[in-house]
Structures are given as structure tokens and as C-alpha cells.
T-cell receptor
Framework: GQNIDQPTEMTATEGAIVQINCTYQTSGFNGLFWYQQHAGEAPTFLSY????GLEEKGRFSSFLSRSKGYSYLLLKELQMKDSASYLC??????????????FGQGTTLQVKP | GAGVSQSPRYKVAKRGQDVALRCDPISGHVSLFWYQQALGQGPEFLTY????????KSGLPSDRFFAERPEGSVSTLKIQRTQQEDSAVYLC????????????????FGQGTRLTVV
């Protein structure tokens, strides 16, 4: 079966750096996504990794190691508005190949002053 | 419109009532997904459409759940004889590529419909 694990909650200080980890066990691999979701709002796309290594996009970076089934999202220069849930998701590598996503439970990040 | 639009934003249904949830995807998007998100959890896949064809409905929890996209644009998720365990946020997402195409084509999500069954 498919399984995605990420911490339930994290707390960090404004201006600091935080790393949110995600591990996955899937029968294959076809890409990993990170989404941000503020309470009561739509998930919004942050990053996509399909090859090993680091993808940087402004204050946010995402890393992937396919051999370890591991990814992390790195947030730099934290701002209060970064308080949200961060969802790790892998594209289902199943035969139907619809592009559907399998999500982790999400990590709720609280940024404190 | 500029994004994925869902209506209603909130729906309270009495147990046993039928409900219909609407999704207007981004114009021209081929792929459309429905997900169910319980409180404090990540979204869980329900069903997938490529244009008007429902190619995957493996995530629908029971035969009380039915989805359609008759003209390949607007989609409706219908839940018959609602139960308390159906209470959740129902998210719709669309993407411009077909699912089988590789690459990082992101799915754009709507704000969801929060369904509460009482």
C-alpha cells in the first residue's frame, strides 16, 4: 500500500528557519508535491520534485531523496503568515496513472513572534 | 474564472438528505479531481475525470456517492442519504494536463465545500 508520514505539529519563531520532513512508502514513484493550506482555504502549490536534489523557490526549498523515500520542505526567514498546514503528497504511481495525489496528514506549523 | 470555484461553501444536511456539490474548474483544464478532507487530515482521493470521462472512481466510499462531468467542464458530486461520517470538506481540483502526462503539472484546488451532517 501507499503511506506518507509527516509530523503533526511544529512550532518555530518568526525570522527563523524550519524544516518539515516527509517520508513515503509507495510501490513506485512519479513525483512529490508540497502544498500550503491555511485554515478554511484551498491548498496552494508550493513545489514539485521528481529528481533527487534541492529545488529552491524564494524563501521555500524542497529536497528529495528517492532512494530513502524522503523529502523535506525548508522555510527560511519565517513570517507570521507562514502559519499554516503543509501537505506532502506523492503522485500515485498506480496503473491507472490518473495523476491523483496521495496526501500525508499535513503538518500544522505555528510561527510565534 | 480565475480559479477553481466550488459551491456552496457550507452545507448543513439532515441525516438521510441528498446533497449536490458543484465544482467549476479553471477553463480549459482537462483533469478534474474530487477529494475528501476530514478535520486535521490530508485530502483523500475520491474520483478523477479526464474531460467528461470518469476514469477512476476507486476512492468513492460507497455507492451513495456519485460524480459527473457531463460536458467536460462543471462537475457535480452527489451524496445520497447522507450519514454523519460524510461530514468533511469536499475539495475539487483541476489540472491542464491529462493524468498520464509526466511532469510537475500542479493541481489547482478550490476552497472546498464544508458538509456537516446533523
Amino acid at each position: 500500500g501507499q503511506n506518507i508520514d509527516q509530523p503533526t505539529e511544529m512550532t518555530a519563531t518568526e525570522g527563523a528557519i524550519v524544516q518539515i520532513n516527509c517520508t513515503y512508502q509507495t510501490s513506485g514513484f512519479n513525483g512529490l508535491f508540497w502544498y500550503q493550506q491555511h485554515a478554511g482555504e484551498a491548498p496552494t502549490f508550493l513545489s514539485y520534485n521528481v529528481l533527487d536534489g534541492l529545488e529552491e523557490k524564494g524563501r521555500f526549498s524542497s529536497f528529495l531523496s528517492r532512494s530513502k523515500g524522503y523529502s523535506y520542505l525548508l522555510l527560511k526567514e519565517l513570517q507570521m503568515k507562514d502559519s499554516a498546514s503543509y501537505l506532502c503528497a506523492v503522485r500515485d504511481p498506480g496503473s491507472s496513472n490518473t495523476g491523483k495525489l496521495i496526501f500525508g496528514q499535513g503538518t500544522t506549523l505555528q510561527v510565534k513572534p | 474564472g480565475a480559479g477553481v470555484s466550488q459551491s456552496p461553501r457550507y452545507k448543513v444536511a439532515k441525516r438521510g438528505q441528498d446533497v449536490a456539490l458543484r465544482c467549476d474548474p479553471i477553463s480549459g483544464h482537462v483533469s478534474l479531481f474530487w477529494y475528501q478532507q476530514a478535520l486535521g487530515q490530508g485530502p483523500e482521493f475520491l474520483t478523477y475525470f479526464q474531460n467528461e470521462a470518469q476514469l477512476d472512481k476507486s476512492g468513492l466510499p460507497s455507492d451513495r456517492f456519485f460524480a459527473e462531468r457531463p460536458e467536460g467542464s462543471v462537475s457535480t458530486l452527489k451524496i445520497q442519504r447522507t450519514q454523519q461520517e460524510d461530514s468533511a470538506v469536499y475539495l475539487c481540483a483541476s489540472s491542464y494536463t491529462e493524468g498520464r502526462h509526466p511532469g510537475g503539472a500542479e493541481a489547482f484546488f478550490g476552497q472546498g465545500t464544508r458538509l456537516t451532517v446533523v
